[in-house]
């Protein structure tokens, strides 16, 4: 079982950065893939970024390519989401997803445990 809890959200102009965090829970935090996923209001949750278990490999959502960057300290069971050059679109609630493993995971369906999500809001 593992316990994920979002931190780092808010409202930003757009343009600035936002750091997330996601604390996970249990011994095995290096077992799993884990990954970043958003929802904005009407619209259905979609990938952002994913990191392998290993942390060797990454993967990003076209929209936020050379914009967002996933990182992963598995001695501190945290995975990171730094935002820059936020845009109004980048609006959405952000939940981080874990899933036990060391691959690349795009569908939500994939995941089994998520995060209880954080608000990030960039404003125009």
């Known amino acids: 079982q593992v316990q994920l809890v979002e931190s780092g959200g808010g409202l930003v102009q757009a343009g600035g950065s936002l750091r997330l965090s996601c604390a996970a829970s249990g011994r095995t935090f290096s077992s799993y893939t884990m990954a970043w996923f958003r929802q904005a209001p009407g619209k259905e949750r979609e990938f952002v970024a994913v990191?392998?278990?290993?942390?060797?490999?990454?993967n990003y959502a076209d929209s936020v390519k050379g914009r967002f960057t996933i990182s992963r300290d598995n001695a501190k069971n945290t995975v990171y989401l730094q935002m820059n050059s936020l845009k109004p679109e980048d609006t959405a609630v952000y939940y981080c997803a874990a899933r036990l493993g060391n691959a690349a995971y795009y569908s939500p369906a994939l995941y089994n445990y998520w995060g209880q999500g954080t608000q990030v809001t960039a404003s125009s």
């Open positions: 990191i392998w278990s290993s942390g060797g490999r990454t």
